[in-house]
T-cell receptor, first 110, second 118 residues
């Protein structure tokens, strides 16, 4: 499989805590993207970080990128029950198709 | 419509039957993508179109799978002689444009079609 790997595979936290998910990818990238998938719904684009960027913020989300290690992390601060979902990283290698990771299942308990 | 739509949302079929899955992208979006997602995995690329031209079909598993987008809008993914291993969620996505690259970076996904082959 060409898919990247994410860890942990599953994460369970309490509301208000921070959640960190890591992604390792395999190829050179133009950018790396994070998507969220709620149960029964489609994939929703969260944030994009370009290969020349090291950190990016969007609301309660913070993404870092280390191209030397081919890794990225997604931090969700002050988590809410509504953040419960699966989170996927996706590599954009410039060939107009995304290569998704295996995903992290996040459970946020009230 | 406001977003990408797919139909049917659920499809149950018997092994050996043909199925056609439809994707209606966001109006005006140039590029359209098909992915397949197995349970517990991330989506895997199948094929994509710019306008009506199929640009890359390297992800199609075998020749039972085909896709078309004849008028550069709606697309159909067809699976012939379905097999149980074809059971999965089939997802469609579209992007605004091809150039500049920023117009194609964010893919907007539909709700998917869950296919079950018995």
């Amino acid at each position: 499989s060409q898919q990247g790997e994410e860890d942990p595979q599953a994460l369970s936290i309490q509301e208000g805590e921070n959640a960190t998910m890591n992604c390792s990818y395999k190829t050179s990238i133009n950018n790396l993207q994070w998507y969220r998938q709620n149960s029964g719904r489609g994939l929703v684009h969260l944030i994009l970080i370009r290969s020349n960027e090291r950190e990016k913020h969007s609301g309660r989300l913070r993404v870092t990128l280390d191209t030397s290690k081919k890794s990225s992390s997604l931090l969700i601060t002050a988590s809410r029950a509504a953040d419960t979902a699966s989170y996927f990283c996706a590599e954009d290698t410039g060939f107009q198709k995304l290569v998704f990771g295996t995903g992290t299942r996040l459970l946020v308990s009230p | 419509g406001a977003g990408v739509s797919q139909s049917p949302r659920y499809k149950v079929t018997k092994r050996g039957q043909d199925v056609a899955l439809r994707c209606d992208p966001i109006s005006g979006h140039v590029s359209l993508y098909w992915y397949r997602q197995a349970l517990g995995q991330g989506p895997e690329f199948l094929t994509y179109f710019n306008y009506e031209a199929q640009q890359d079909k390297s992800g199609l598993p075998n020749d039972r799978f085909s896709a078309e987008r004849p008028e550069g809008s709606i697309s159909t993914l067809t699976i012939q002689r379905t097999e149980q291993r074809d059971s999965a969620m089939y997802r469609c996505a579209s992007t605004q444009g091809v150039n500049p690259p920023v117009k194609r970076e964010t893919q907007y996904f539909g709700p998917g079609t869950r296919l079950l082959v018995l």
